[in-house]
């Protein structure tokens, strides 16, 4: 017998066959014995919904006020799918966020969670039922309804296993593991059995959007079993997020992720002395917008060219700021590209091999695709091209560290 953490998203309950879907998969840990607590999502939309009748009142809703009105959508969710258990015979109850004492800071819309009593969701599970837990929602120490930022049920599930010391959380979704690349762009692309913390934060950072990024850091930091698996289908083993790679040959590269959504921003020609790197950069995050990737270059002739990536949306706003900075620094020209992608390799295996980077440059440069930035970090290599060679690129890179299908 074991205990496990199940969450299930909002495509997964998204409809009353689906949660009475649900409720046969929860049936069927419990004919075999197992303890359920089961975290859910919104029913798909939903979040969305609310959040559309709040910014009808006020552009700009206060934050206290969201929350209690965004965590219904849970609490909506915990209901049915514990009178669907009910219903075929599975003894349930639901739990809101207070009633699992999921304590969290009062930072509305993006709480973080202090502290999980336990103790609630044990004499649940100990009493013979299955805890039905409403994810995404917290409360602080007032007593204030909180949530933990969109997408937070993953997080509130990983939490829950840590609290619980379950010997397993299971993330059921809309797809069956997490994949080498994603497969609209690549065909050939191949669902992973297992793969590391480490590489999974590079994919889910770098737009492989399987998991909410907190939630891996969660497991990762207490040691949280957890698995990534399809609630369509009733095969499969899913995607297991280990520790540490467990082959002796880990693969050099594991996954290909891209991003579209970036631009890019060159400052060209700024005086050479110190102090010049924050004060372009400064000003671009005064004005509120993240940088992603950062190149400073000097070749000794007493000027600096910069390039920088930010977020597609941010792009005319940063154009901006830097045409100003480029005035009050004496700089000689700013350009810019909204028309990149980043693609970067990802491989815990790149620790201890070479040839990684000339693999990837080399089968990109066979295919005419022009490298305009590079940048690299003990995991994972990353490139901007040009966007319209994005999906060359991203199936020239699957080949050359063949990724495919082995089947
Ligand atoms: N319902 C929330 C959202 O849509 C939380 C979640 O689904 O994880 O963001
Ligand atoms: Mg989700």
């Known amino acids: 017998m074991a205990l496990y953490v ?48 709040a910014k009808d009142i006020n552009e700009q809703p206060m934050t206290r006020e969201l ?6 959508g849970e609490q909506v969710t915990i209901a049915l799918l514990s009178m669907a258990l009910m219903t075929i015979g599975v003894p349930a109850t639901s739990m809101t966020g207070d009633q699992i004492r999921m304590m969290t800071d009062s930072t509305h819309s993006k709480a973080r969670i202090m502290d999980i009593d336990e103790q609630a969701v044990m004499s649940v599970l100990n009493g013979g039922k299955v805890a039905v837990i409403a994810g995404f929602q917290g409360r602080d120490e007032q007593g204030n309804i909180t949530t933990l930022g969109r997408g ?47 590489e999974m934060l590079e994919l ?24 990534v ?32 959504d970036e631009a890019r921003l060159s400052i060209l020609g700024v005086p050479d002395q110190p102090n010049v790197a924050a004060s372009v950069l400064l000003p671009i995050g005064k004005a509120d917008i993240d940088v992603d990737m950062i190149i400073q270059n000097s070749v000794g002739d007493n000027t600096a ?15 901006e ?4 900075v480029s ?27 070479v040839g990684v980077a000339s693999t990837m440059f080399e089968s990109l440069g066979n295919e005419g695709i022009n490298i305009q930035l590079i940048s690299t970090s003990e995991i994972k290599i990353s490139v901007v091209v040009e966007e319209k060679y994005l999906e060359l690129a991203v199936r020239t890179l699957h080949s050359a560290f063949k990724l495919e299908q082995t089947a």
């Open 305 to 319: 060219d910069f390039t920088f990536t930010v977020h597609r949306n941010d792009y005319a706003r940063a154009t």
């Open 321 to 324: 700021v830097l045409e100003q």
């Open 67 to 72: 929350d209690v009105l965004l965590s219904t």
């Open 327 to 353: 005035a009050d620094l004496g700089a000689r020209e700013v350009r810019g590209n909204d028309k990149i992608a980043k693609i970067s390799v990802v491989g815990v295996g790149m620790k201890s091999h």
């Open 229 to 260: 698996l399809s609630s369509f289908q009733d095969e499969g083993e899913g995607t297991l997020i280990t520790f540490e790679e467990q082959d002796m040959e880990a693969p050099l590269v594991s996954g290909i992720a891209f991003n579209r």
């Open 152 to 198: 937070g049920s993953d997080t509130s599930a990983v939490a829950m296993a840590a609290a619980l010391k379950a010997d397993e959380c299971r993330i059921y979704t809309d797809v069956d593991g997490v994949y080498t690349t994603d497969p609209r762009v690549e065909p050939n692309a191949r669902k992973m059995d297992t793969i590391t913390f480490e």
């Open 6 to 53: 199940l969450k299930f998203g909002g495509t997964s309950v998204g409809s009353v066959e689906r949660i009475q879907a649900v409720a046969q998969r929860v049936k069927r840990y419990r004919d075999q014995g197992h303890q359920v607590a089961v975290v859910v999502s919104a029913m798909s939309g939903e979040t969305n919904r609310l959040v559309a009748l």
């Open 204 to 227: 889910a950072s770098l737009g492989a959007k399987v998991l909410q990024i907190r939630s891996v850091e969660f497991a990762g930091k207490y040691n949280v079993p957890l698995r």
